[in-house]
């Protein structure tokens, strides 16, 4: 009886072991701390969670490593073909080795299951290379211009609509001894936000996005003129005295401890400058960048877009196993990252109860609802190299180093004219 009872147990036991590890899924991410306030990252565990108890009969294995060391984790895995099935990553350039290499699954067999009718319009475009959609998008960033109403009352003026009352602005809170626009230009990405917006102004999202994928150029009179009202802000003083050797996390303080007026940054902001400890709580209000008279963009163009996603490993044992729990994840991260304040769902659908939401986020959701065109953050549309030439031109620019034309001539050879 007793080799009976053992066979029995092991028996057992392997078939128990069989049927847990028969159905499972790996998946790496960047949100390493479950326990992060981060609401990218809230948004995350939820959607995690809420996937494992749709697909009880499926293990979902997830690994998270933080910041950088993800960044490098990440290209060294798929150049050893180490990637797990789903893992987290950019679209655009940083995308382009994957898909080059085969590295991942092209999703457009899979979606004609009608998942992309429950998709904004739009947000695929920079997970489609060569016509084929390897991602699919979680939610919409987005850049817009806060401003502290009490501090542009104090000094006399309104939130800027237009080119000439942005001046005007930053004139005034000037001369009330208020910087006026708080940039961290030391993190160097905050620099690149004002240049992205006012090519954008001046040339539209069209040309941007044409230039920054190499199919158009970077050194015409549009992008010139774009530069040269960037320059008219440096040389004016909007962005205060010290913007070179701020970094980002400085200026957003100066921003929530109300000694500058206006910030140009995304919606992930939104948290500290509604958080307990900031002193503009209530105080601060997102608008759309202002207008610009003869430019060809739209005020309804913004800066940023759907431009993070999750990747399907090209080697995955069973795609229409991991296609419906990748849908769905998706789906539920991106209604939980709106709901958390990252920033606008990209599915379509009620998102749920939006009582308990930070008020500006609900805000830019309204602001953001009549967008005509998005174009994505640089260092992410472009890759290698071409980013940190992007970046050497742009800071010798806001140096003063170089001239307007100088400077699009250099992104033009640097980044156009390298193929």
Request: with cysteine.
């Amino acid at each position: 009886m007793a080799a009976i009872t053992v066979s029995g147990i092991c028996a057992s036991g392997k078939q128990d072991s069989e049927k847990k590890t028969a159905k499972k899924i790996t998946m790496w991410s960047q949100f390493a701390d479950p326990n992060s306030q981060d609401s990218g990252s809230i948004a995350f565990y939820e959607a995690l969670e809420a996937t494992r108890a749709k697909f009880p009969d499926i293990e979902i294995d997830h690994i998270g490593s933080g910041g950088e060391a993800y960044k490098q984790k990440i290209p060294v895995s798929g150049a050893a073909n180490e990637l797990p099935d789903i893992f987290f990553w950019w679209g655009g350039g940083a995308a382009q080795p994957f898909i080059e290499g085969k590295r991942v699954l092209a999703l457009d067999d899979l979606a004609k299951d009608g998942t992309l009718k429950k998709i904004v319009p739009g947000t695929t475009e920079n997970f489609t290379f060569d016509g084929k959609l390897y991602g699919l998008p979680i939610y919409i960033s987005t850049a817009q211009l806060y401003v502290n109403d009490d501090l542009l009352a104090k000094a006399g003026v309104s939130a800027p609509k237009t080119w000439d009352e942005l001046l005007s602005a930053v004139t005034a809170l000037k001369a009330k001894g208020i910087i006026p626009i708080s940039l961290g230009a030391k993190d160097r990405w905050p620099a690149m936000f004002w240049s992205a917006i006012l090519d954008m102004r001046i040339a539209g999202a069209t040309a941007m996005n044409a230039a920054l994928s190499k199919k158009g150029p970077f050194n015409t009179p549009d992008f010139v003129s774009a530069s040269e009202k960037l320059k008219q802000l440096i040389d004016m003083g909007a962005f205060g005295t010290n913007f070179m050797g701020t970094s980002y996390d400085d200026s957003v303080n100066l921003f929530l401890t109300g000694r500058a007026g206006m910030l140009f940054m995304g919606a992930w902001v939104n948290g500290q400058i509604e958080g307990e400890n900031s002193q503009v709580k209530g105080k601060v209000s997102p608008i759309k960048f202002p207008a610009i008279p003869g430019g060809k963009g739209n005020i309804d163009e913004w800066h940023g877009g759907s431009g993070e996603t999750f990747f399907i490993n090209a080697d995955v044992k069973d795609k229409e196993m991991v296609w419906p729990v990748y849908t769905y994840f998706m789906e539920s991260m991106a209604k939980a990252a709106f709901l958390a304040g990252s920033g606008s769902s990209a599915w379509l659908g009620d998102p749920g109860d939006v009582s308990a939401m930070n008020p500006l986020a609900v805000k830019i959701g309204s602001l953001s609802a009549s967008a005509k065109g998005f174009s994505y953050w640089w260092d992410q549309m472009l890759s290698g190299n071409d980013t940190e030439s992007m970046f050497g031109s742009l800071m010798s620019f806001f140096a003063g180093v170089s001239t307007p034309k100088q400077y699009t001539e250099e992104l033009q050879k640097r980044i156009s004219e390298t193929k």
